[in-house]
């Protein structure tokens, strides 16, 4: 028995079958919760989005075009989400109009102590991680979209641009511009690329 | 072509979606130009940098989909309308249900239709609808078990779901009283925080009703 495609099974749905929806949720929970946990740093904020993707694919489906792929119409609607979501919590740094400069909220990933290193070893790891994400929270949004699109989820350029409704020239630009802001972030943060 | 110009073929080449011609003449400006061979030298230890540093990405919470519901009436303007499927998630569980057609929640008083019953304001649409979303989550807690799913964790997560909707619920009164304060202020005209006020304004808002 062939595996039925992601389309096959939205086409379904749109008829009222349910078990499609399941079984699409089934394939795409765990890369939309990484991709999405990967964009808001924080475990209930990545669920929430996950939750809210997976409502809107199901109330949406009859709107989703016949011939395009629903993998980026998935990261097209959980982008929004973040987008949406990152906009209300402030998560980014902020500098208010009036002069005022709201400290820096930054939701890093959570530090871990990998088992095969010693304390040191793995509190200078983590302390690493943090400085990188930290650097990448310096980015204006659509540059990180991008490198997290391309670096994390492996997609490529011409799947990257169709999420990002925008031309593959744009998302190779904003890619360049991306690695090379982050290259003076993580110098910010006293971390060398050399 | 300046070397800025070959920043797409840069980044093209340094995740390999570069090939054919368009490598060949990469590589032939890269054997005679040291500075784009630094660029792309410097970006790639950039990524090898941030590939080091992956998040570390907890698991992901399981979704299981169980049935389908009767229609679900739905009015976006509200917190307990929000949903055109009821979503709940526990203990990495999410039970999801298809969407049905918004039904129309409210009368619309027409100048030349005598209205069969009284307008149906916001708190009452807002009162039906927490009544049905009652309704829902009793029938969702009286379904057959599934494995895996304990009551507890059913309970914790409807508690919570049960919590978000009363901060959307605030943040939807918040609105609404912000309104009536915004409204005091340009007319000049004390109408209070009262249920009776917030028909009013509701009311003036809703293009279809006219003053009877």
């Known amino acids: 028995m062939t595996r039925s495609t992601d389309e096959d099974l939205l086409l379904s749905v749109r008829a009222g079958d349910i078990a499609s929806f399941g079984l699409l949720v089934t394939r795409w929970e765990q890369p939309l919760f990484r991709f999405v946990y990967r964009m808001l740093p924080a475990h209930e904020d990545a669920r929430d989005v996950c939750q809210e993707t997976f409502l809107r694919v199901l109330k949406k489906a009859h709107r989703f075009k016949q011939g395009s792929r629903f993998s980026t119409w998935m990261y097209q609607i959980a982008l929004n989400l973040c987008r949406d979501h990152a906009r209300r919590r402030r998560r980014w740094s902020l500098v208010v109009d009036d002069g005022r400069e709201i400290p820096e909220r930054v939701a890093g990933p959570p530090t871990t102590m990998a088992s095969d290193l010693d304390p040191a070893s793995a509190a200078e790891r983590s302390q690493a991680r943090e400085a990188v994400w930290r650097a990448l929270g310096r980015l204006p949004a659509e540059q ?51 | 072509m300046s070397c800025r110009e070959w920043k797409e073929s840069w980044v093209a080449h340094l995740y390999g979606e570069l090939d054919g011609q368009e490598l060949l003449t990469l ?155 915004a409204s005091e202020l340009r007319t000049g005209t004390w109408i209070d925080r009262t249920q009776d006020a917030i028909h009013l304004l509701a009311a003036r808002q809703d293009p279809e009703v006219r003053d009877q």
């Not at chain 2, 508690?159 to 605030?170: G, P």
């Open chain 1, 144 to 194: 990180r979209e991008v490198l997290i699109l391309k670096e994390f989820e492996d997609l490529k350029f011409r799947e990257i641009a169709a999420i990002l409704g925008c031309p593959e020239s744009t998302a190779k630009s904003r890619l360049y511009y991306g690695l090379s802001g982050l290259r003076a972030a993580l110098a910010a943060e006293g971390i060398t690329t050399a």
């Open chain 2, 27 to 181: 590589q032939a400006h890269l054997d005679g130009c040291l500075e784009c061979t630094a660029t792309l030298d410097a970006l790639g230890r950039t990524r090898n940098r941030l590939r080091e540093s992956p998040p570390d990405v907890p698991a992901a919470p399981r979704v299981i989909v169980v049935g389908s519901a009767p229609a679900w009436s739905a009015s976006w303007g509200f917190a307990a309308g929000s949903l055109a499927a009821l979503v709940v998630v526990g203990a990495g569980l999410w039970i999801a249900r298809p969407p049905s057609p918004v039904q129309p929640s409210g009368q619309i008083v027409q100048d030349n239709r005598p209205p069969t019953d009284p307008p149906v304001g916001p708190t009452d649409r807002f009162a039906e609808q927490l009544a049905a979303l009652d309704t829902r989550l009793d029938r969702v807690e009286a379904a057959p078990a599934v494995p895996g799913l304990t009551s507890a964790a059913l309970r914790d997560e409807l508690a919570r779901f049960e919590r978000r909707l009363s901060r959307e619920r605030a943040d939807e009164l918040d609105y609404l009283l912000q309104s009536i304060t």
